[in-house]
T-cell receptor, first 111, second 115 residues
């Protein structure tokens, strides 16, 4: 019940396209859903996060869509750029508790 | 954004030696810090949770005597890998929770190679 399932494992997108990464969770007590971006040899960096009281949150080119009834949330990267090429992790937690990470998605954006 | 400083970024040591990794929150007080381990192309595995002034809570399967965690102040936590062996070689990452906002920020990681 603590798992967070993430898909796809890898994603190839052309420059300017939309990258979509999906996550699903089981524990209905989770109330904090962040997305992290990680470059090789670096720690994860917080991109954007959402709470279950809203269905969508947008920050620049990054949007989280949240479907509470389906227990799913997704990251949309609009106008994808080569600099977005990285590994993306979704995560979930009860607000002050430990984060449970998804398995990661390796995104490659080609010019 | 909040900054978490982790040192060293890379360490190579001989089998049997101990290695200490430091994690500092530079511009906020972190009541809780987390230590993760990451294998190549894999997700982050939580090793332990440390709260300032109390003993760390280790995840199942993590040897507390091998991975010593100290959270002596609101801005510093250390992970000591004792009697390191080649199988301990990995990328170790700390994170700190901003007590004010609750967000979790990560250090830049430490690549440990045990020869």
């Amino acid at each position: 019940q603590q798992q967070v399932k993430q898909s796809p494992q890898s994603l190839i997108v052309q420059k300017g396209g939309i990258s979509i990464i999906n996550c699903a969770y089981e524990n209905t007590a989770f109330d904090y859903f962040p997305w992290y971006q990680q470059f090789p040899g670096k720690g994860p960096a917080l991109l954007i996060a959402i709470r279950p009281d809203v269905s969508e949150k947008k920050e620049g080119r990054f949007t989280i869509s949240f479907n509470k009834s389906a227990k799913q949330f997704s990251l949309h990267i609009m106008d994808s750029q080569p600099g977005d090429s990285a590994t993306y992790f979704c995560a979930a937690s009860m607000y002050t508790d430990k984060l449970i990470f998804g398995t990661g998605t390796r995104l490659q954006v080609f010019p | 954004g909040a900054v978490v400083s982790q040192h060293p970024s890379r360490v190579i040591c001989k089998s049997g030696t101990s290695v200490k990794i430091e994690c500092r929150s530079l511009d906020f007080q972190a009541t809780t810090m987390f230590w993760y381990r990451q294998f190549p192309k894999k997700s982050l595995m939580l090793m332990a949770t440390s709260n300032e002034g109390s003993k760390a809570t280790y995840e199942q399967g993590v040897e507390k005597d091998k991975f010593l965690i100290n959270h002596a102040s609101l801005t510093l936590s250390t992970l000591t890998v004792t009697s390191a062996h080649p199988e301990d070689s990995s990328f170790y990452i700390c994170s700190a929770r901003d007590g004010g906002g609750g967000k979790l920020f990560f250090g830049s990681g430490t690549q440990l190679s045990v020869l």
